[in-house]
């Protein structure tokens, strides 16, 4: 037993040897940065500098504030439109890359589905705002085909549609991922006992792809939720989201302990999202 313990001690040294690298990374650019903002999120702007005196003043002027609140409000909204619009493009095309195409066209397939990431973000989003424009591509086939236009840009859905073009790559890799780690004697073996093909993707399929649905869906939400770029391009300032919100705090105000209140209820909203996520994929 004396052996036993000292090996299982020596493993969890070394353990801990290998992960100090990433737990020295991880301390050093997130949680003292963190700690940081957290800290200057109780302090008050002043006509000459900050009180530094703690104090939940900020956070009380974030519900006080309906600007405010309606920014966050806006941020869910977009980033759960998103996520769901994202998860029901991209679980098809990952299917049809993974399942249908025969495995010789599948790397085209997905250097296709990685061609939008060799595209600058900002480039990505100027884009958009020529397609949706008033005058833009999009009005221009519609008006080629005697159809209305469509009054997008600077606005919601200019947003919506944006982020879904570029979320909805990044879950065809994590789905992708998942569908091609299951066996395919699984679907064999349920259309052998009588199932349906939707049969088989509702029990067996489904089931086994949710996590990599889950992955892509929360890393959607954090990235989406967070991003100032896209909502000030395509949505033109017209709905306000929260990082756009913090942007106005330090440019316009300069009240950092305001933006860093903000910026701290931005990472309880995604932490949330995760602690959701981590307690529907708890096996039951």
Same mark, same amino acid.
């Given at each position: 037993?004396? &052996?036993?313990?000292s090996?299982?001690?020596?493993?969890?040294?070394?353990?801990?040897?290998?992960?100090?690298?990433?737990?020295? *990374?991880? =301390?050093?650019?997130?949680?003292?940065?963190?700690a940081?903002?957290?800290t200057?999120?109780l *302090?008050?702007r002043?006509?000459? +500098?900050?009180? &530094?005196r703690?104090?939940l003043?900020?956070?009380?002027d974030? *519900?006080s504030?309906? =600007?405010?609140?309606e920014?966050?409000?806006?941020?869910?909204e977009?980033?759960?439109? /998103?996520?769901?619009?994202?998860?029901?493009?991209a679980?098809?095309?990952? *299917?049809?890359i =993974?399942?249908?195409?025969?495995?010789?066209?599948?790397?085209?397939?997905l250097?296709?589905?990685?061609?939008?990431?060799?595209?600058?973000? !900002?480039?990505?989003?100027?884009?958009?705002s020529?397609?949706?424009?008033?005058?833009?591509v999009?009005?221009?086939?519609?008006?080629?085909?005697?159809?209305?236009?469509?009054?997008?840009a600077?606005?919601?859905?200019?947003? /919506?549609?944006?982020f879904?073009?570029?979320?909805?790559m990044?879950?065809?890799?994590?789905?992708?991922a998942?569908l /091609?780690q299951?066996?395919r004697n699984l679907r064999?073996?349920?259309?052998?006992? +009588?199932?349906?093909?939707?049969?088989?993707?509702?029990?067996?399929?489904?089931p086994?792809?949710?996590?990599? !649905?889950a992955?892509?869906?929360?890393?959607?939400?954090?990235l989406?939720?967070?991003?100032y770029?896209?909502?000030?391009?395509? +949505? +033109?300032?017209?709905d306000?989201?929260l990082?756009?919100? !913090?942007?106005l705090?330090?440019? &316009?105000?300069?009240?950092?302990?305001?933006a860093?209140?903000?910026?701290?209820?931005?990472?309880v909203?995604?932490?949330?999202?995760?602690?959701?996520?981590?307690?529907?994929? &708890?096996?039951r």
């Open positions: 037993m004396i &052996r036993a313990a090996i299982e001690t020596r493993d969890r040294r070394r353990a801990l040897a290998l992960a100090a690298p990433a737990l020295a *990374w991880t =301390a050093a650019f997130f949680a003292l940065p963190f940081v903002m957290a200057a999120s *302090w008050r002043t006509d000459t +500098g900050f009180d &530094r703690p104090s003043e900020n956070y009380a974030f *519900w504030q309906s =600007a405010y609140v920014a966050a409000v806006n941020s869910v977009i980033t759960l439109a /998103v996520t769901c619009l994202s998860v029901l493009l679980y098809p095309l990952a *299917w049809i =993974a399942v249908e195409l025969p495995e010789r066209y599948r790397r085209i397939a250097a296709l589905a990685v061609i939008p990431f060799w595209t600058s973000y !900002v480039v990505r989003s100027y884009a958009w020529l397609v949706l424009a008033k005058k833009g999009l009005n221009g086939w519609l008006a080629a085909w005697g159809l209305g236009a469509l009054d997008l600077n606005s919601r859905a200019a947003t /919506v549609i944006g879904t073009h570029f979320f909805t990044l879950l065809v890799l994590t789905i992708y998942s /091609v299951l066996p064999l073996a349920a259309a052998d006992l +009588g199932a349906s093909r939707f049969q088989t993707f509702r029990f067996v399929v489904l086994l792809t949710l996590p990599g !649905v992955v892509g869906a929360f890393l959607t939400f954090a989406c939720i967070g991003d770029v896209t909502p000030q391009i395509l +949505g +033109g300032g017209n306000l989201a990082p756009q919100l !913090v942007m705090q330090i440019s &316009r105000r300069a009240d950092l302990p305001m860093a209140a903000l910026s701290v209820i931005l990472m909203l995604v932490t949330l999202a995760y602690l959701a996520m981590a307690r529907w994929m &708890r096996p």
